[in-house]
Structure formats: structure tokens, C-alpha cells
């Protein structure tokens, strides 16, 4: 019982220290009143200031989709089957996704994106895309998870974003990145094709020259070779004539082989020169593509409205309305540019 009432007289005598240091603080702050207000109002304005003054900043995101059917085509189209290894043509082209990501990366293609872009920024430069060497620029692509489909060709997705103060600039830098890497992937399809044509070419001919020289082979040696032994004559000559059949029979087939080979890269290049045709018209045509800026002047507007108001709002309805009668002009001008000229 004594613990016990030690221990609450010490409670009651801490009790008026307790009020003592209240007051002292209470006094202080009152006496400070006018400095602390003064901190207060400067770290306010400061970062009142910095938030009016920081810009926003978008960012813009496409996918893009790099298969490897293509050069697996090509690489076939090089290969024959049986023992003539030597018919594979050092030249092909192995799709390497890291050098794929670096080319995209490239100072020459992104040039060509920024000359696009001259006429409406014509302040824009290769660094203000890539950024400065060493450090990590506005334009990132990465590389997403590989698909193999079922033909067993390897799809490679890469995404590429874009991040600036300007929303409309960063929709229209990505749009211009992307029209240039389709147009050299159209030239390396070419090129591609160029060259698998190129050696089958050259492959057909030797091919013919071994049949012609075969066949005229087995001519000469039923006319002219004779034997004194009729029955070691007659065991060479089957020997001989079957092992010449054997050869001619080979050597045809890859000629055949050849021959459609040759066909199919022959109408996939003439199809590739007719999507080049419809690529060109488009861009020929001045109202085509005044329609695609009006179209995205409108989805701009649009957005923004949507921030703001529901899909019912009048300002929201006019503008869906709008693009709507915009994408009916567009593909009524595709049909007058693209189709009267392709037929």
C-alpha cells in the first residue's frame, strides 16, 4: 500500500510542471506569431508559383507488330533439299530484334520523321525526339513478349512512347514515326524480295545447264559406249543409265521446285507494288489529307469536351456527329483516289 501511494503523490506533483511548460510554449508561439505566419505565406506562394508554372506533360503510346515470316520465306527460298548444302545463300537476311530496336532508334530515321514534321515544327530536331546521347530521351521503345503464330513465324511487339508538354505534338511525332518505319519496311521488303529473286535466277539457270548437260550425257553414252564383255557391258550400262536417270530425276525436281518458288515471290512482290500504288495515291491527295487533320482536330476537341461532360451533353453531340460525317468524306475520298485509279 506505501508503493502505491508514492507512486500517486508523484502523479500530483507532476501535474503543475505539466501546465508550467503549456503556458511557456502558448507564450512563445504567441510571441512568434508574426514569423511563423511570414514562413507559412512564403512556402505557400512558392509552391502556388510552381504549380502554375510547371507544364503538363502527355505521353503517347502505339504498338508496333515486326514478323519474321517474311525472312524465313526468303531463307527457305535459298535452301534445297537433298546433299547440295552449298545452295544456301550467305546473304540472308536473320531478323535480330535488338539491331530491329536500335534501327528504330536510329538518328536517319528519326530525321526523316522530323522532316515530315518541318512545316508545322520547324524547331523540332532529332534530339528534342531521341534526346541527348547519355541520357534517357522522350521516344522509348521496348520490346513486349514474343507470339509465335501458327504458321510458326515469330511476332516481335514493340511499344513506343513518346512523352511531351504538347499533346497534339506527341500524337503527331508517334504518327510520323510510324508512317517512316512502315515505308522502310516496305524498301527492306523490296530489297528482300530483290534479292531472293536474284538468286533463284541464278540458281535456275545452273539448274538447266546441269539438265541439258545430263541429258545429253545420257544420249552419248547409249550411242557410243560399247564393251567387248556383253555381260559386263550390259551390267554397266544399267548401272550407268540408272544412276544418269537418278540425277536427271533429282536435278528436275529442283527445277520444278525452283520454278515455283520463283512464281510466288514474283506475285507477293507484285502485290507489294500495288499496296505502294494505294500508299502513293493517298498521299497525292491534298483533300485526303486535310480530312485526316480535320479528323483528328475533331478527336482532340472531343477528348477534351469528354473531360469535362457526359456523351449526352450538346457541345459532345455535335462533335460525334461531326466525326462522323468526316470519316463518311474520308472513305468517300479513299474510294474516288484509291479505286477509279487501281481498276
Known sequence: MADISLEHRQIVIASPQSKVKSRKLSTILLRRRLRILGISSVVMSVASLLALTAKPTYQSTIQILVSSKLNEGVQSSHTQ????SNLT?????VIDYMTQQKLMLSSKLIQKAVDLLHSEYPYLTVEHIKGKKGQQGPLVI???EQQIAENKAINQVFEISFIDNDAVRAQKVLQSLQKVYQEHNIEQRKQSFSRGLTFINKRLSEVKDKMI????NLEQFRKRHHLLDPQLQGKILLESLADITKQLRITRAHLKDLQA???NLKQELSSLSKNELISFRLSQSTRYQTLLDEIQKTDLA????RLRYTDDYPEVQKLIQQRRSQVALLQQEIGQAVGDKLY
Open 81 to 84: 533439299e537433298g546433299t547440295e
Open 89 to 93: 545463300d550467305p546473304n540472308v537476311d
Open 142 to 144: 521496348t520490346p513486349l
Open 213 to 216: 548437260q545430263a541429258e545429253k
Open 261 to 263: 518458288r520463283y512464281d
Open 302 to 305: 472531343l477528348a477534351q469536351e
